[in-house]
């Protein structure tokens, strides 16, 4: 092997170790790129597990107390004197003397959709 022959073989091998740097420098931002999302993944993960298991817990004590809390929202406003029901647009009305309202009640304890 002559000396030219070494030296473009040498020129060579150094152009494709430059190639070589350059697809691991790019492979290497890529993988950061794919590491930071999945850590971020990760914690929005966690985020919604303990969500989830917030409305989970939430749920089973609106279970345990019969009444949802929008239906506890009314309840309370009935206990304060006010009808809850649109019997004759009297929504937000004072109860007279406090005296129940089937309408009302029927508001807050009958029938639950879920």
């Known amino acids: ?7 473009d073989g040498f020129s060579d091998l150094g152009a494709e170790a430059q190639k070589m740097i350059e697809k691991i420098d790019l ?3 890529e ?4 590491i930071e999302k999945n850590a971020e993944l990760e914690i929005e993960n966690q985020h ?13 004590s609106d279970e345990q107390s019969g009444l949802s809390k929008s239906r506890k929202n009314l309840e309370m406003l009935y206990e304060e004197g006010f009808h809850v029901c649109n019997v004759d647009s009297m929504y ?6 406090d005296e129940p309202c089937v309408f009302c009640q029927d508001v807050i304890y009958g029938e639950r959709r879920q």
Do not use: C, D, F, S
């Open 48 to 60: 919604l597990r303990a969500h989830l298991k917030e409305l989970e817990e939430q749920k089973q």
């Open 27 to 29: 492979i290497k931002a």
């Open 92 to 97: 937000g009305t004072r109860r007279i003397n």
């Open 31 to 34: 993988m950061t790129k794919v």
């Open 1 to 7: 092997m002559n000396k030219r022959e070494l030296y």
